[in-house]
């Protein structure tokens, strides 16, 4: 194998932080596929949907007695104008910046195989959110608009949420 420019391309070591990123993108895809929604979306909303929390640590993964992945929720900081967007615009699709540019707490996907999901969302009250007044979550539809938005105040979290 040739080195080319003085650079070795090929025979690298792969860093923990590179390992880890890989890692937590395989468990969330994995995830995703074992869903009945998921397998319906282009392989290419892994990148814009998981890239940016799990570079950002916006991102938890919950396990089994066992270890075993069970489910994840991603989550950002939105400001006015981008919670508008995401409301009105089907296409709109957050910039790495604008995960994290205001201070309105949006659940931005929560995944969890078939059994997990009121767990899931009692494990997540006990531990994310700790400080926050109100978390705004919403289902995609399959042609990319925001279903009905839910708002899971301080004192409901882990409780049926109040809809707009």
């Not at 967007?85 to 949006?106: A, M, Q």
Request: glycine share 8%.
């Amino acid at each position: 194998m040739r080195n080319i420019s003085g650079i070795d391309k090929v025979g690298g070591v792969q860093t923990n932080s590179s390992a880890e990123f890989s890692r937590q993108v395989g468990t969330a895809t994995s995830l995703m596929l074992q869903t009945k929604e998921y397998p319906h979306y282009a392989l290419a909303c892994v990148k814009v949907w998981l890239y940016p929390p799990i570079l950002m640590r916006q991102i938890r993964f919950f396990y089994d007695y066992r270890g075993q992945p069970i489910g994840y929720v991603t989550w950002a900081f939105l400001s006015d104008d981008v919670v508008d967007k995401l409301k009105h615009d089907p296409r709109f699709i957050l910039h790495d910046s604008e995960w994290n540019e205001g201070c309105n707490v949006w659940i931005m996907d929560f995944v969890a195989i078939s059994g997990y999901a009121r767990d899931l969302v009692g494990k997540l009250a006990e531990s994310e959110f700790l400080d926050c007044a109100l978390v705004k979550s919403a289902r995609r539809r399959t042609d990319g608009t925001l279903g009905r938005v839910s708002n899971w105040r301080r004192r409901s979290i882990g409780e049926a949420p109040v809809h707009d």
